[in-house]
């Protein structure tokens, strides 16, 4: 596993490197931004750990760039900034996580393991049920061609329902798929998600088959 | 020190100065009234002696009078009308004279009453009227004298002159009272100066702007002015600490890998007390950043709550927590919180992260409200608390000095927020199950 590690204080970063390093990951290091979107851009990276405060060019900005040029590793921003507008605005900008310094190394592992995790292991790259198109790499969506950012929950919902399009799909099997067990109790956390996706995807684009379960008509959305 | 009040010192001022001219309108209007009986008086005394100088004749020298005036009180002793006309050689006089007579007047003039005051018979005070009469050319003139009591007018005088006081007191109370008002409605504006000043004591936001008095117009300017650099000076220092607790971040976390090695060399006991301090620097730090943020939550924002809820929720779903957890949402597309964006985001994330870290499956989040109150909701389907660690997580979140590391700081934020914003949260027990966090503000009519 590569991880580009994009710090300018030479002890946090010797720190990250050595940490990512015992953890079995190869790791390089860009001390400023202008370094780091070259490396991001040319080299192929599992991973990227970033600091927003950089010198020549901005984390944010940095990690925008890639995403504009189609670059998707996952990206973990571990900045000084805690505030929830720079974790909403590093979010927005495409990264993946967030972390505020100081940091747990183990804690920073596990996260950047859980990016992996969820960037990996999808062997199908895109499934389109009508207007819909669901990247299973990426685990994104889009409707008509417009890019839809779903949570991971909604996201293995969707993926599911459209694995199974045209098909009522109990909520308790969706429970089960989602939460290991199926649990009556889940119906309204299903619910909830369904309502999201309505949401985010239209009023009409997952049905109700009162009785039998979701479905996701196999045509139209 | 005190300038005592501008009303006050208005209204003592504009109730002295009407006072005054009112005395002063008293003595005048008294003094014009005393001259203008007097005039009667006069007018009415050559009307009664008229038939007296009609028949005056001279024999032997001494005045001789045809007939005499009709008022009967020429011809009461000490009655109050008198009339004498004389020459060297005698007088005669009128009844009431008894058997006094006039101040003497060696002589008088011919072409015009002449009028005096002059002690009289009988004590009476009198007003004098005198004037010489040649009954023929080759004959001495006769000096014919009128006098009247003055001490007859006095009554009508009085009378005048209380009843003029007491029109006078009315009319200075109705004056004082329009003073009153008067001065009410100068000072109003300054009261809504002193009102909007107020408002920007709280909130370094506001500005007094609005439509004032044209005199008032250079104070408003000044005192924005002032708002505007006092508004400057604080966004300065709270750029200057966020950006030192930040800095002082990153030493911090270079001083926790160090820390680390430490540990991994063998000295634990050393990295016990590293870490140990990290962690009290990291908490005063974080409480700093959040007391620097509280410090400034400016009063008459808003911010529409269900693209912000969306966007936090958006990054608390890239968490562990957050990942595992529906979110349900019901809130309008137009409901409103009364906090500035970033300010909101800071009260509502760390209550979506505890509500997500505790959650078995759903988070529910509303934004309602109910009567005159704004509610935001956040309730889990967690575990949740019994009434007694409720009340124990809002006292320990009580205090950003007192509340430690996770989510006592987020509760203890979110609830300084809430009550820096004139809100108020509570802890409850959710429907779902778990905790419910209730935060409400009292919308303004």
């Known amino acids: 596993m590569r991880a580009l590690v994009v710090e300018d204080d030479p002890v946090v970063a010797s720190e990250l490197v050595r940490g990512l390093a015992a953890a079995g990951f190869v790791v390089d290091l860009a001390g400023d931004g202008q370094q780091a979107w070259f490396n991001g851009d040319v080299e192929d990276y599992d991973v990227a750990i970033v600091d927003l405060g950089l010198p020549r060019l901005d984390g944010l900005s940095v990690i925008k760039r890639w995403r504009d040029a189609g670059r998707g590793f996952p990206v973990l921003i571990l900045s000084a900034r805690g505030d929830w507008t720079d974790k909403v605005a590093g979010i927005e900008a495409g990264a993946d996580d967030y972390m505020a310094k100081p940091w747990a190394m183990e804690e920073l592992v596990a996260r950047v393991r859980g990016l992996l995790r969820r960037a990996a292991g999808r062997s199908s790259p895109t499934l389109e049920v009508g207007p819909l198109r669901i990247d299973t790499h990426r685990m994104t969506a889009t409707l008509d061609g417009a890019f839809v950012k779903l949570s991971p929950l909604e996201y293995r919902l969707l993926d599911y329902l459209a694995h199974h399009a045209g098909r009522a799909v109990p909520a308790t099997e969706l429970s089960d798929h989602l939460y290991g067990d199926g649990d009556a109790e889940n119906a309204n956390a299903i619910e909830a998600l369904v309502a999201r996706l309505r949401r985010k995807l239209g009023a009409d684009t997952i049905q109700t088959r009162r009785g039998f379960g979701y479905i996701l008509p196999a045509t139209a959305a | ?445």
């Open chain 2, 1 to 445: 020190m005190t300038g005592g009040s501008l009303r006050l010192r208005l209204l003592a001022g504009a109730g002295v100065a009407i006072a005054l001219a009112l005395l002063v309108a008293w003595f005048a209007m008294t003094w014009l009234f005393d001259g203008h009986v007097e005039r009667r008086v006069e007018d009415e005394l050559l009307v009664q002696v008229r038939p007296l100088l009609a028949d005056l004749q001279l024999a032997r020298g001494v005045p001789v009078a045809g007939s005499e005036p009709a008022d009967p009180r020429f011809a009461v002793p000490a009655g109050g009308l008198y009339w004498q006309a004389s020459t060297g050689a005698g007088a005669i006089r009128s009844v009431s004279l008894w058997d006094s007579h006039l101040p003497a007047a060696a002589s008088a003039p011919a072409d015009r009453w002449r009028i005096r005051r002059a002690a009289g018979p009988f004590g009476q005070h009198l007003l004098l009227m005198e004037r010489a009469i040649r009954l023929q050319p080759q004959e001495p003139p006769v000096i014919v004298q009128l006098g009247y009591d003055l001490a007859k007018l006095a009554p009508a005088q009085r009378e005048f002159g209380r009843e003029m006081a007491l029109f006078l007191v009315l009319l200075w109370a109705v004056l004082a009272l329009a003073a009153w008002a008067q001065v009410g409605l100068g000072l109003r504006p300054l009261r809504r100066v002193g009102q909007e000043v107020e408002r920007l004591r709280r909130d370094a936001s506001a500005r007094l702007g609005g439509t004032y008095p044209r005199e008032l117009a250079p104070l408003i300017e000044s005192i924005d002015a002032l708002a505007d650099a006092r508004e400057a000076d604080l966004v300065r220092a709270r750029r200057r600490a966020a950006d030192l607790a930040h800095g002082l971040k990153t030493p911090l976390a270079a001083l926790a890998a160090q820390s680390a090695r430490a540990r991994e060399g063998g000295a634990a006991a050393m990295a016990d007390g590293l870490d140990s301090s990290i962690a009290a620097m990291r908490a005063a730090i974080d409480g700093e950043l959040a007391r620097t943020r509280i410090s400034l939550v400016s009063e008459g924002r808003s911010t529409v709550a269900l693209p912000l809820i969306e966007r936090l929720i958006a990054v608390i779903e890239q968490t562990g927590a957050g990942e595992r957890v529906a979110f349900s949402l019901a809130c309008d597309e137009s409901a409103t919180l009364p906090l500035a964006s970033d300010d909101a985001a800071e009260l509502l994330g760390p209550l979506l992260e505890n509500a997500a870290r505790h959650a078995r499956r759903l988070v529910h989040v509303a934004v309602e409200t109910v009567g005159d109150q704004r509610m935001l909701i956040v309730g889990d389907d967690g575990p949740g608390l019994d009434s007694a660690q409720r009340d124990e997580a809002i006292l320990r979140g009580a205090r950003l000095d007192s509340g430690g590391e996770g989510h006592g700081l987020g509760l203890a934020i979110a609830r300084e927020l809430a009550e820096a914003s004139r809100g108020d949260l509570a802890l409850a027990r959710s429907p779902l199950g778990g905790l419910e966090v209730r935060v409400g503000w009292t919308l303004s009519a």
